[in-house]
């Protein structure tokens, strides 16, 4: 095979090969201009439906608020108008209120109505006073029987000769003999006011043991 063959033979691969590139890269083209037009198409139209969607929902959502918001406007005009009514209401209700009370004292500074009510005090104050006066008159009318008020017999001394009635006797002072007094037995009571008499001599400690005793019997 001469040289000339070889590269004629290798010319026509190479056209074929080409033309069989170009075939295939015109068809691929003209396909992907096919489907890129369908594609076009149909996101076109899903587009359009999207968007007819949209508009639809947003219209729903804009009258759904409107009315929401007209309601509420409504309602807020009621309660304004309520409150407004109780408010009213109140106000003519106090006022009535006053005017009796106006009435009422009137009624009562009328000269006739404030003597009448002088005098009734003043019956009722005369009918206690004769009540109280009968009572006392009653009490004064019943025999009197005088509590003879026995005096303390002559006090013996109980205690043995250096022997105190209370322990630790010397050491108190006037003032809490006379506030055990109170608190100490008949005996015991006796037994203070001898040795008070015989030896202390303290007038305050004397006379509370005295009334001590006297108070006991």
Do not use: C
């Not at 009918?127 to 013996?156: F, I, M």
């Amino acid at each position: 095979m001469t040289r000339k063959n070889q590269l004629r033979r290798s010319g026509t691969r190479l056209q074929r090969q080409g033309a069989l590139w170009f075939q295939q890269t015109r068809n691929a083209s003209e396909t992907f201009l096919a489907e890129s037009q369908d594609a076009g198409v149909t996101f076109g139209r899903d587009m359009r439906a999207a968007s007819t969607k949209l508009i639809t929902t947003a219209g729903r959502s804009a009258q759904g608020l409107q009315k929401a918001l007209h309601k509420e406007a409504l309602d807020w005009r009621d309660l304004v108008l309520q409150t407004r009514d109780a408010y009213v209401a109140a106000i003519e209700a106090r006022l009535e209120d006053m005017e009796r009370q106006a009435l009422s004292a009137s009624k009562a500074l009328k000269p006739g109505t404030v003597e009448t009510t002088v005098l009734q005090s003043a019956r009722g104050l005369l009918e206690r006073a004769q009540s109280l006066v009968d009572e006392r008159l009653g009490q004064a009318a019943k025999p009197v029987v005088a509590k003879a008020v026995r005096k303390p017999k002559a006090v013996t001394a109980v205690a043995k000769k250096g022997q105190t009635p209370l322990r630790n006797y010397d050491q108190l002072t006037a003032k809490d003999l006379v506030s055990r007094v109170q608190r100490l037995s008949t005996p015991q009571t006796t037994a203070v006011l001898a040795y008070e008499r015989s030896r202390k001599k303290r007038a305050t400690v004397i006379k509370a043991a005295e009334h001590r005793l006297a108070a006991a019997s």
